[in-house]
């Protein structure tokens, strides 16, 4: 099979529609979630905000049993990839091939220990352009927001899930 074949898919059919009582819990969720975040931002005076965080509440609220989505991987996969965005730019600086070693690195790490999160992925990238404008970046980075960020949203997603869900959230924690 030739790439020109290749690219033109399996022409599956479109996933099933999302019911509009799955939009709107959807939805809500990604308000409490976020708004929490940056409630506590506000009051705590420590920024719990990443980027990475909108993408991670349409995985915890539009798709909460999927693996991505489980607080093992939506926390783990945040620190593992904020880690390794932090070490690489202070070993090798703000460069084009540091980005993608980091980004490389924090996706096969995330597959090594199980805790892929997609939206994770953008964590080095964030942790680059972070130190390229300000000139460097803190290892505190790891802590506010990541881990603090990634947590609050997770606790959202716990108590949200299982309150307007019939199953059960999460799947599995370790």
Known sequence: MSLLEKLQGDR????????????????????IAIAVVAILTQRLEHMLILGSFGASCVILFAYPDAPFAQPRNTVGGHFLSSLVGLTVVSLLGVTWWALAIAVATAVALMMVTRTVHPPAGSNPVIVWLLAASHGGLGWDFLLFPTLFGAIAITIVALIYNNVTREGRYPKYWF
């Open 12 to 31: 599956a059919a479109l996933p099933a529609a999302f019911s509009a009582k799955a939009v709107g819990l959807a939805w809500l969720g990604a308000f």
